[in-house]
């Protein structure tokens, strides 16, 4: 199969859930994340008691993972076998010849997902200079995956959507929902949430109904339901973040939960502000102008004059160590049910380790 965008790959689902392999590959956790779930429930639905899914969180044994592949679903059952790991990069680093070999003669009864982000970019000057031969190896190595995994299995690149694709994929799930998006609305609707599919998702869910009856969505109803104080706030809560602001960024989270937003949402959008951060700080460290840098990220000129504000505070470890901790809280709040308020304690954990210097 070749290489498919991440939006793809509901239209071929079906085709993706009977391959050996699929590996999904790119820094965009939300979007990783709605790929895995497509793809578990692809491959392992309820209705066939043979199926399976075991999922690896850490970096486990080559031969866990392989002879739970090569186990038979359940006394000869319909269904599939589906083993998640998570840290694929750990784990090809660890055990990349193993898994090779395995791609040359993999189980026809079951479905391996491999979690992988691409190699940093090479640094620029005196670091890339001090680069070491291990990462060059590790890009290699994951290159070599790939190849082995395309051979007879599938690629997804879970890269975030660009702005056209998020509008393109909005007005697809308005027509799915019965509805449609008039151009004034798609824009208004990207201006508040950005182009993240997860809380696009639950903003259209929510106009869906606020319309009731009527076919069409307006700007109008974006304007009234999806409100610009939700975009700020979102916003606010980051800056609060990177600035290790705790009791700022506390205050803003109750507001939004407040406001009817999920858990999920809170920590989709903080991502998508924060990886906007260190687009502008990147941007900014290379004499870009503000204007460029706006069109570049995808945002108004001002929030990258307020962003630079917040910059000064935020080194690319510190974003970096963000990323991890939020990436893990991701796959903890799709994978935990909780109460209102356990919720709300789960976030203000999850905030204070954030704003941690």
């Not at 066939?48 to 866990?64: H, K, M, N, Q, W």
């Not at 970019?121 to 680069?131: K, M, N, P, Q, V």
């Not at 393109?168 to 508040?192: C, D, F, I, Y």
């Not at 796959?331 to 909780?338: D, N, Y």
Request: charged content about 30%; hydrophobic content about 40%; aromatic content about 4%.
């Amino acid at each position: 199969m070749a290489i498919l965008k991440a939006l793809e790959l509901e239209d071929r689902l079906q085709e993706a859930a009977q391959t050996p392999v699929c590996a999904l590959v790119g820094g965009d956790d939300s979007m990783r994340s709605r790929c895995l779930r497509l793809l578990k429930d692809a491959a392992a639905p309820p209705e066939l008691p043979g199926s399976t899914v075991r999922r690896f969180e850490d970096v486990p044994e080559a031969r866990d993972v392989f002879d739970e592949l090569r186990t038979l679903p359940f006394m000869g059952l319909e269904g599939r076998r589906v083993v998640v790991v998570e840290r694929g990069n750990a784990f090809l680093q660890a055990h990349g010849e193993r898994l090779i070999e395995y791609l040359k003669h993999p189980s026809r009864t079951a479905t391996l997902i491999l979690c992988l982000e691409e190699p940093a970019r090479r640094r620029r000057g005196r670091a890339a200079a001090d680069e070491g031969d291990g990462e060059k190896g590790s890009a290699k190595l994951l290159q070599q995956v790939l190849r082995a995994v395309q051979s007879d299995g599938l690629v997804v690149d879970c890269k975030g959507p660009t702005w056209p694709e998020a509008k393109r994929w909005a007005r697809s799930l308005a027509e799915r929902m019965g509805k449609k998006l008039t151009p004034q609305a798609v824009e208004s609707l990207l201006e508040a949430i950005g182009p993240n599919l997860l809380a696009l998702r639950s903003e259209l869910e929510k106009l869906s109904a606020y319309v009731a009856s009527a076919n069409t969505i307006t700007e109008r109803d974006v304007g009234e339901l999806v409100a610009q104080a939700r975009s700020r706030s979102v916003f606010e809560l980051a800056e609060a973040v990177g600035r290790g602001d705790a009791a700022g960024a506390l205050r803003l989270c109750s507001r939004l939960l407040l406001s009817g937003e999920s858990r999920e949402a809170i920590i989709s959008v903080l991502a998508l502000q924060l990886r906007r951060l260190w687009q502008i700080k990147r941007a900014h460290a290379d004499g870009v102008s503000e204007a460029e840098t706006a069109r570049k990220v995808g945002v108004p000129q001002f929030v990258v004059g307020r962003a630079l504000k917040v910059l000064p505070m935020l080194c690319e470890e510190r974003l970096a160590r963000q990323f991890h901790i939020l990436s893990a809280a991701d796959v903890e709040s799709k994978t935990t049910s909780l109460r209102s308020q356990e919720e709300k304690v789960w976030l203000e954990g999850l905030l204070a380790r954030l704003c941690r210097p």
